[in-house]
Nanobody
Framework: QVQLVESGGGLVQPGGSLRLSCAAS????????MSWYRQAPGKERELVAR????????SYADSAKGRFTISRDNAKNTVYLQMNSLKPEDTAVYYC?????????????WGQGTQVTVSS
């Protein structure tokens, strides 16, 4: 059974930091590209950051560049999102996503989400 369990969300003041974690199980984590998405109220879900299977390459939405860092630990089956200099517009539910390719077929897995609220 595939599971992606996010943690680390919460309430933080503008300018503060949070570190999100996503613990994966039920699939071959080291073979999956991992991403963080977010969805604010009334808005579509958007990609925040992505990391390749080995962690050798990362990419970010423009809104996250220079403030957020995605990383992974394949030994712990966990992906992280370090968020610094948080802004009120970063308020959203943050979702962990995995994309695993098996026999040329892509499988997409989602976590349940963790709420991040940036407010004074």
């Amino acid at each position: 059974q595939v599971q992606l369990v996010e943690s680390g969300g919460g309430l933080v003041q503008p300018g503060g930091s949070l570190r999100l974690s996503c613990a994966a199980s039920g699939f071959t984590f080291s073979s999956a590209a991992m991403s963080w998405y977010r969805q604010a109220p009334g808005k579509e879900r958007e990609l925040v950051a992505r990391i390749t299977t080995s962690g050798g390459s990362t990419s970010y939405a423009d809104s996250a560049k220079g403030r957020f860092t995605i990383s992974r630990d394949n030994a712990k089956n966990t992906v992280y999102l370090q968020m610094n200099s948080l802004k009120p517009e970063d308020t959203a539910v943050y979702y962990c996503h995995a994309r695993e390719v098996l026999l040329l077929h892509a499988y997409n897995y989602w976590g349940q989400g963790t709420q991040v609220t940036v407010s004074s």
